[in-house]
């Protein structure tokens, strides 16, 4: 399948493009010898909108488990940093975690990008892989709304989700995310999780993805209560200005060294973007024939998914 071309999904590509310019440039002109350092052995693959940057803090609270800062290095994408090399990947983990990870959703932006998970397979055969879904009109909307507020978006609701060709209706087709990934590694390596446990079974959904990791699964943690990444301001002008700003030359070493800072530190800059506090923001109403005419196009993977999952996730495609 060739990627159509999606104006709001180029964009968001684009930034993702520029948080490694300088390092891209660098290694240009001179590549990095000596300690190729460690790779990781756990890989966050997506979904886009889905908790994955939530579940990236929960998962390096556990003493044995260091994720990488920043939190995506979309390493295995060849159109972002594959040229970036091994020394430069392997340099963002610590060899004495026992669980080394990385939270990447573009790993899962097909067929925007291809071949990723067979990069993935050469590089660390072994490794365990996460994937995050949730219900995926409630995705859509969630990643609609974020292009909207960010300023990448101008196509009306109804053209934008009910296109069979944007990146909106692809992301959401987690079997179809999850086909190279299975061939590639197979069922076992994989643990797929839902927005929706992460959220009502915090502490049972870790302590699975933690035994998944192979660590302690026992471990708990009150920083379980905070939530990355969500609420009322993206929808608002504060996000859109805020993300403007950090795409400014700069800024951009404080958006891709965000994850850096002290957790105290980034809390106080989470409440300030965007007041998770207050929860998810308001999503636009969708018409019933819009809904239906998305969910049309949903239906079989979701099946599909949940036979991947051997069970059911309960969303409502009606």
């Known amino acids: ?42 890989i966050v693959i997506g979904g886009l909108k889905c908790g ?3 579940l990236h803090h929960y998962l390096n609270l556990h003493p044995d488990v260091g994720m990488s800062k920043p939190k995506e290095l979309n390493f295995f994408v060849a159109e972002l940093n594959w040229s970036l090399g091994p020394a430069w990947y392997t340099g963002h983990f610590a060899a004495d975690c026992k ?7 573009h790993y899962t932006n097909r067929p925007r990008f291809d071949g990723v998970a067979e990069r993935i397979r050469r590089l660390i055969p072994r490794a365990r892989l996460i994937y995050m879904v949730r219900d995926p009109i409630d995705r859509m909307l969630s990643h609609y709304v974020h292009n909207v507020g960010g300023g990448y978006e101008t196509r009306p609701l109804e053209s934008a989700l009910t296109d069979p060709d944007s990146a909106y209706v692809q992301r959401s087709r ?6 190279p990934y299975l061939e590639a590694f197979g069922r076992s390596a994989i643990a797929i999780v839902s927005r929706e446990d992460l959220k009502v079974e915090r502490a049972a959904t870790m302590a699975r ?11 708990d943690s009150p920083q379980f209560e905070r939530e ?3 609420g009322t301001a993206k929808s608002g002008g504060r996000f859109r200005i805020m993300d403007r700003a950090v795409q400014l030359p700069g800024f951009r070493t404080v958006d891709r060294n965000f994850d850096r800072l002290p957790e105290s530190l980034r809390w106080v800059v989470e409440r300030l973007v965007h007041d998770p506090t207050r929860g998810e923001g308001p999503k636009p109403d969708v018409p019933a024939r819009v809904r239906e ?8 993977d979701v099946a599909e998914l949940e036979r991947i999952a051997e069970r059911s996730f309960g969303w409502r495609l009606d």
Do not use: C, I, K
Not at 99 to 105: D, F, H, Q
Not at 209 to 219: E, I, R
């Open 99 to 105: 669980v080394r990870g990385e939270s990447s959703p």
């Open 1 to 42: 399948m060739t990627a159509a071309h999606d104006p709001a999904d180029e964009a968001m590509v684009a930034r993702a493009h520029r948080r490694f310019a300088a390092e891209r440039r660098r290694a240009n002109r001179r590549r990095r010898s000596g300690h190729e350092g460690t790779l990781p052995n756990l």
């Open 209 to 219: 993805l933690f035994a998944f990791a192979g660590v302690d699964d026992s471990f």
């Open 174 to 179: 987690y079997a179809y995310q999850l086909e």
């Open 52 to 54: 994955t940057t939530s």
């Open 293 to 300: 005419s998305v969910a049309s196009l949903l239906r079989d």
């Open 228 to 230: 990355w990444e969500t």
